[in-house]
């Protein structure tokens, strides 16, 4: 039986054979604890050493300034709580948007429900949008952290985090960007996005799960949240998962190679899936910024039908309504919603995500695959 079509790079991307190579010795034969002062550990730490320089070469910062994860969630746990807690004298007050991924916003939720912070949550436009401005009007003088993805999830819209990063540190408020979505998909130089802290997750960019980093700029000061010995310069006690480090760091080096050859191939794949869908059930309602976007992303609404039927129908495509973390839930996103998508629009949606093996072959047979499915749907067979 033949594999499904995949195209659901961005719930999460199969291991690169290159990335799976560079772990497997650290796996066996190379198995030392990177705190051990003989050759053992002494290799360990070596392998460790150069993946945190190739993470901060993809990333454009210093390796002191990478923390090595378990994976986004907890990269962004880290970079929120530990700027709250570790600045909870100057002041209490968060900002952060509607749209941010359930790390985010649960973690904003908690501080507020358990510790006594305030969060403001910013609305978006219609292209999914944060306004800089509305950010510049809800800081205050008590304001200690913005936390503003770089690039959602489901729509793949880029935020304007260059212009919020300028207002961040013009009122000396630390900016956190979770990068996970779009770290190997588009430019994310932490010199040019002017932020503090960045979320990176391994899994996304064709490294294993259970692996992810945190930017943390050079002179801030964070709570860990996890206690312990001194690893990752104090800020992050547990032995070193040397194996899943090794890898990122490869995934890393890899996405600098390929981002410029792949955005192209993307985009193109991108339009060939649109204009194929649109030719044979009509048109489609595109979601997102159609520029500010990633290169991999096509989220749209379908109207007349529901997004988790046509998949269900279309068993040879692998794709998703919106998030992977909560896909199979029959009801409307809570980022199409903050968008303005009238709810029974928003109910046909899907997202559809390619990746660095996606074919144009495959694209044309998802075409096939779904525009039967919607047309049957339509039918009411």
Partial sequence: MAQPVYLDYNATT???????????????????????????GQRAKAAVDR??????????????????????????????KGVTFAQRERG???ITSQIEHPAVLNTCRYLEARHGFHVTY??????????????????????????????????????????????ARQHGIALHTDAAQSVGKAPTRVDELGVDLLTLAGHKLYAPKGIGALYVRR?????????????????RAGTENVPYMVALGAACALASEQLAQQTERWLALRQRLLVGLEARVGPVKVNGHLERRLPNTLNICVPGVIGEEVLARAAGVAASTGSACHAGLTEPSPVLLAMGIEPT????????????????????????????AILTLRKGA
């Fill in 345 to 372: 629009l928003a109910l046909g949606a899907l997202r559809l995500s390619l990746g660095r093996w996606t074919t144009g072959e495959e694209i044309d047979n998802a075409v096939a695959q779904l525009s039967e």
């Fill in 122 to 167: 910013l609305p978006v436009d219609d292209n999914g949008l944060v306004d800089p401005a509305a950010v510049e009007a809800a800081i205050t003088p008590r304001t200690i952290l913005i936390t503003v993805m770089h690039a959602n999830n489901e729509v793949g819209t880029l935020e304007p985090i260059i212009e919020i990063g300028r207002l």
């Fill in 92 to 94: 209490n007050h968060l």
């Fill in 51 to 80: 993946a945190r320089e190739q993470v901060a070469a993809l990333l454009g910062c210093a390796p002191d300034e990478v923390i090595f994860t378990s994976g986004g969630s907890e990269s962004d746990n880290q970079a929120i």
């Fill in 14 to 40: 199969p291991l690169d054979p290159s990335v799976a190579a560079a772990l497997r010795p650290y796996l066996e034969e190379h198995f030392g604890n990177p705190s051990s002062s003989h050759a053992y």
């Fill in 219 to 235: 002179g801030m000061v964070l709570d860990p949240l996890i206690h312990g010995a001194g690893h990752e310069g104090a800020r």
